[in-house]
């Protein structure tokens, strides 16, 4: 989502400048270019050196600057997003007013580029109808505004005002940087590995971590779909998606079964069980009765069912964990479950696959791969199936060039 995107990022001078800094490491570390400005305000919080050393660049705080004469149209026309964090009651009353006061109002004038505002102040300021008419103009002008949480604020008291989470400001940034081009579309998403009890205490379970099955399930609903979730590891569900919890493959697949036949695309991340227990014992095993035999039977493969029944249209995604031939049996999964694209990813590879953060994939189509991911981390691998999810449906239709992949 921020690979190779520029971000402008301004700060203003409010207590909360320093939360800006943290706020400029995720987005860097997310693979955002990131151009801070700081008004004379915010030097007065926070020192230039800081911000510089993290960001992608030396931080401004002049429309003066020697070396580039006009600072302000270059890098509003180069944003693909700005963000102003704080922001001001100042601001705000500028930048509805449409006053270019500084480097940070006139590149705010001079860009096209969505604006994202994370306001940050006493609950007083907060409240006056003076600030909130400035924010219902910016609003209506479509600019996205990070409300305030309650919390403590400057001097001790505590009330609303709080600059929101950097976790919750990044999330806006990258939302107003995201095309809705899954809107109107119904996605299944299935994260997690299953676990298939051998009796009370124990299971036969997997390493999946459900982390890069979430990961789909976060960036298709920023994208803007409907998205339902099966996982079992609901403890880590995003809200804004409807998440049903299961544990065995059994139940994997009765909801996989409820819900994919009225859906457009269904990505099958989970890692389920292919074996599970003839019998669960209804007591714990005990060791004094000696080594257990357990007989293990096969479950069905979800995947190749749905592949089977695919309804017309639909796009449906496999996942393939591998640790040898990895593009062989890729191609081969694909084939045999019926799927349109599988991801696959070399699990014994460092830094891939279960547990990681990060991940690195190849996907593929009947045709061949369609696309390649280096390592990165499992939001950006999200989006990049997402795109070969998105540049599928539209080859499928007939309305992109057949030169995919796109990337
Ligand atoms: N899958 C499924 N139901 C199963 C097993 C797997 O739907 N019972 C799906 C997984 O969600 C994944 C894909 O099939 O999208 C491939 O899973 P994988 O375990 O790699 O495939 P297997 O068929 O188990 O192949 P193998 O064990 O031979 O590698």
């Known amino acids: 989502m921020f690979s190779g995107r520029r971000v402008v990022l301004g700060v203003t001078g409010g207590i909360a400048a320093y939360k800006a800094v943290e706020v400029c490491r995720r987005l860097v570390d997310a693979g955002a270019h990131v151009s801070p400005i700081m008004t004379s305000g915010a030097s007065r919080f926070i020192g230039a050196t800081t911000l510089s050393a993290l960001a992608s660049e030396p931080v401004q705080t002049s429309l003066w600057d020697e070396d580039s004469p006009i600072p302000h149209t270059r890098l509003g026309q180069a944003a693909d997003v700005i963000v102003v964090c704080p922001a001001t009651a100042r601001l705000l009353s500028d930048y509805a007013a449409g006053r270019s006061s500084d480097l940070l109002t006139a590149t705010l004038l001079a860009t096209r580029a969505p604006v994202v ?12 109808p003076a600030v909130q008419e400035n924010l219902a103009t910016l609003r209506r002008r479509g600019v996205h505004v990070v409300d305030p949480e309650s919390g403590r604020l400057a001097g001790g008291d505590i009330g609303h005002g709080r600059l929101a989470d950097p976790a919750t400001i990044v999330a806006a940034v990258g939302a107003a940087l995201t095309l809705p081009d899954l809107a109107g579309l119904r996605v299944v998403v299935t994260a997690g590995g299953t676990r298939e009890a051998i009796d009370p205490v124990r299971f036969i379970g997997n390493r999946s971590s459900g982390k890069q099955g979430t990961a789909i399930a976060v960036a298709a609903a920023r994208r803007g779909a409907q998205v339902t979730l099966i996982t079992t590891v609901a403890a880590t569900a995003p809200s804004g998606i409807d998440v049903v ?3 065995t493959a059994a139940e994997m697949r009765a909801a996989v079964h409820q819900v994919a036949p009225q859906a457009d695309i269904v990505v099958m991340a989970a890692a389920v069980a292919d074996f599970r227990p003839v019998a669960v014992a209804d ?6 009765q000696g080594i257990p035999e357990i007989r293990l039977e096969p479950t069905e493969d979800i995947l190749a069912e749905l592949g089977a029944a695919k309804p ?3 796009t449906l995604v496999g996942f393939a964990a591998e640790t040898t031939d990895v593009a062989a ?3 081969d999964k694909l084939v045999r479950k019926g799927a349109d694209l599988l991801v ?9 696959g279960f547990e990681h953060d990060t991940n690195q994939v190849a996907i593929y189509s009947a045709a061949g791969e369609v696309d390649s991911v280096p390592l990165s981390g499992k939001d950006a691998v999200a989006d990049r199936v997402l795109d070969s999810v998105v540049s599928f449906r539209l080859l499928s239709a007939g309305s992109l060039n057949p030169q995919f992949p796109t990337s």
């Open 312 to 314: 017309q249209g639909q």
């Open 283 to 288: 007591q714990k095993l005990k060791k004094a």
């Open 329 to 331: 049996n890729a191609q």
């Open 344 to 352: 696959a990813n070399d699990v014994s590879a460092p830094a891939t």
């Open 245 to 247: 919890p299961v544990a």
């Open 117 to 128: 505002v994370c306001p940050a102040m006493h609950t007083e300021m907060w409240e006056h």
